[in-house]
């Protein structure tokens, strides 16, 4: 075993386990290099590569082909419980993804975005939750080249140490793997509906404000046009805008999740057209709606300290009393899909400020308009607070994982068998069969804990 990584990644493991190279219990092998040569000829074959994987396992919609002739398909050619990893990324957490070919394309092929590991005296199982456990942690980082892209290559993975129970044991650890993970799975399922019942549930309050459910008595309708300035922007010369400034224009692309936040791909303009082009000013409290393109209806409040200038493809809606701003704002959000169907244009779908100024609304007594308005409030706060205890949860459940792992690699998740063999008698036998011999003697070291 290579003494520098021993070193650096060892932690303390059960007496009947052992510690191991990748090499040691199974065949590393890098994927074909896609060359132009092999673009195209007669024997096109499909192979897989870093992008099928996913961390729920492959994803096939995409396979690509390229020609290999009969010895390279020998080489390259996928069997039914090999274990792939990605060989590189520039994320940290994505250098060493899993997962295990189960035969799911006949003849398939891999490419040297993957690296293949074929067991020997690991299962595949207990390989790729090894390996999934040292991606989620980041390390095989430690083991890679590179600085903006790591890459682990070959003869990285090869000589990466993992922990080697007893066979039985590898069984009964990938068993209880599978069923705490499974468990977690399920929930995190359950969780992951819940943003879009967030959004229904929202929806659903406000219809249900603004059709009078939250009123007493008759309730009269206006125009937003009669109670709000409406107006749009102004088509100012792409060639005025720069990349910072003074002044930012905003754009459609400004407009997300009900407020203004300036991007890397905002633009800017110089103070003189605050002074040539002051009736498109954006103050602080305004409401802004998308006019165009596929978020049409979309909106946002403006709260920038600093002034702007609107787009000709927003319309800026303006109103002076502040919980009367809050309610219109909540009306702009609960008719956005209706809004986006009152457009025309087709593929680009577009609707007038004056045809956006014309929808209606129940607008009673003030007294009235503040009451909706604090029930609003209250009910979006209770569903925020909802949505990001769910998040937490999320996060839990994946912290939760990885302390499963985590114990599972360090022997404490199922009970050792004395009647097990230990791993070293495996690792001899493997070597026997190999015709090798040990490069150093092993011992168990104790390094960077699990």
């Given at each position: 075993?290579?003494?520098?990584?021993?070193?650096?990644?060892?932690?303390?493991?059960?007496?009947?386990?052992?510690?191991?190279?990748?090499?040691?219990?199974?065949?590393?092998?890098?994927?074909?290099?896609?060359?132009?040569?092999?673009?195209?000829?007669?024997?096109?074959?499909?192979?897989?590569?870093a992008?099928?994987?996913?961390?729920k396992?492959?994803?096939l919609?995409?396979?690509?082909e390229?020609?290999?002739?009969?010895?390279?398909?020998?080489?390259?050619?996928?069997?039914?419980?090999?274990?792939?990893?990605?060989?590189?990324?520039?994320?940290?957490?994505?250098?060493?993804?899993?997962?295990?070919?189960?035969?799911?394309?006949?003849?398939?092929?891999?490419?040297?975005?993957?690296?293949?590991?074929?067991?020997?005296?690991?299962?595949?199982?207990?390989?790729?939750?090894?390996?999934?456990?040292?991606?989620?942690?980041?390390?095989?980082?430690?083991?890679?080249?590179?600085?903006?892209?790591?890459?682990?290559?070959?003869?990285?993975?090869?000589?990466?140490?993992?922990?080697?129970?007893?066979?039985?044991?590898q069984?009964?650890?990938?068993?209880?793997?599978?069923?705490?993970?499974?468990?977690?799975?399920?929930?995190?399922?359950?969780?992951?509906?819940?943003?879009?019942l967030?959004?229904?549930?929202k929806?659903?309050?406000?219809?249900?404000?603004?059709?009078?459910?939250?009123?007493?008595?008759?309730?009269p309708?206006?125009?937003?046009?009669?109670?709000?300035?409406?107006?749009?922007?102004?088509?100012?010369?792409?060639?005025?805008?720069?990349?910072?400034?003074?002044?930012p224009?905003?754009?459609?692309?400004?407009?997300?999740?009900g407020?203004?936040?300036?991007?890397?791909?905002?633009?800017?303009?110089?103070?003189?057209?605050?002074?040539?082009?002051?009736?498109?000013?954006?103050?602080?409290?305004?409401?802004?709606?998308a006019?165009?393109?596929?978020?049409?209806?979309?909106?946002?409040?403006?709260?920038?300290?600093?002034?702007?200038?609107?787009?000709?493809?927003?319309?800026?809606?303006?109103?002076?009393?502040?919980?009367?701003?809050?309610?219109?704002?909540?009306?702009?959000?609960?008719?956005?899909?209706?809004?986006?169907?009152?457009?025309?244009?087709?593929?680009?779908?577009?609707?007038?400020?004056?045809?956006?100024?014309?929808?209606?609304?129940?607008?009673?007594?003030?007294?009235?308009?503040?009451?909706?308005?604090?029930?609003?409030?209250?009910?979006?706060h209770?569903?925020?607070?909802?949505?990001?205890?769910?998040?937490?949860?999320?996060?839990?459940?994946?912290?939760?994982?990885?302390?499963?792992?985590?114990?599972?690699?360090?022997?404490?998740?199922?009970?050792?068998?004395?009647?097990?063999?230990?791993?070293?008698?495996?690792?001899?036998?493997?070597?026997?069969?190999?015709?090798?011999?040990?490069?150093?003697?092993?011992?168990?070291?104790?390094?960077?804990?699990?």
């Amino acid at each position: 075993m290579n003494e520098q990584n021993a070193s650096a990644t060892l932690w303390p493991t059960p007496n009947r386990w052992d510690w191991a190279t990748v090499q040691d219990i199974g065949r590393v092998a890098l994927g074909r290099q896609r060359s132009p040569v092999n673009h195209s000829g007669p024997n096109m074959r499909p192979y897989v590569r870093a992008a099928n994987i996913t961390w729920k396992g492959w994803d096939l919609s995409d396979v690509k082909e390229m020609n290999f002739d009969d010895h390279d398909f020998a080489r390259f050619q996928l069997k039914e419980g090999d274990v792939l990893v990605n060989e590189g990324s520039g994320s940290a957490k994505e250098v060493g993804k899993p997962a295990i070919w189960r035969g799911e394309i006949e003849d398939c092929c891999f490419q040297n975005t993957l690296i293949r590991v074929q067991p020997i005296g690991c299962s595949s199982e207990y390989l790729h939750s090894y390996f999934q456990f040292c991606a989620q942690t980041e390390r095989f980082v430690s083991s890679t080249q590179g600085v903006n892209i790591h890459h682990i290559g070959k003869e990285g993975l090869a000589t990466f140490p993992i922990p080697v129970p007893p066979l039985p044991e590898q069984r009964r650890i990938t068993t209880k793997i599978d069923s705490l993970t499974g468990k977690s799975r399920r929930a995190r399922d359950h969780l992951d509906h819940i943003p879009r019942l967030v959004e229904k549930y929202k929806q659903a309050v406000l219809a249900a404000a603004f059709r009078g459910d939250l009123t007493e008595g008759a309730t009269p309708l206006v125009t937003l046009g009669s109670i709000c300035d409406v107006r749009s922007g102004f088509a100012f010369s792409s060639t005025d805008f720069r990349s910072e400034g003074p002044v930012p224009v905003v754009r459609i692309g400004d407009i997300s999740e009900g407020a203004v936040t300036l991007s890397e791909t905002s633009r800017y303009l110089g103070e003189e057209f605050l002074g040539s082009a002051k009736q498109f000013i954006v103050e602080c409290g305004d409401i802004l709606v998308a006019l165009s393109g596929a978020t049409t209806g979309k909106s946002g409040t403006f709260n920038l300290e600093r002034p702007a200038l609107l787009n000709q493809r927003v319309a800026r809606l303006r109103i002076d009393n502040e919980d009367d701003r809050k309610l219109v704002a909540y009306f702009v959000q609960s008719i956005a899909a209706e809004v986006l169907g009152s457009s025309y244009g087709g593929a680009q779908p577009n609707i007038s400020p004056q045809k956006l100024a014309a929808f209606r609304l129940i607008w009673p007594a003030r007294e009235q308009r503040q009451k909706i308005g604090r029930r609003i409030a209250s009910a979006m706060h209770w569903i925020d607070r909802l949505a990001s205890e769910t998040t937490s949860a999320r996060k839990l459940i994946d912290r939760l994982d990885q302390a499963v792992l985590a114990k599972a690699f360090r022997g404490e998740l199922v009970p050792q068998d004395p009647a097990d063999e230990p791993a070293s008698a495996l690792l001899e036998r493997i070597r026997a069969e190999r015709g090798t011999a040990p490069t150093t003697k092993r011992g168990r070291r104790v390094g960077v804990g699990a």
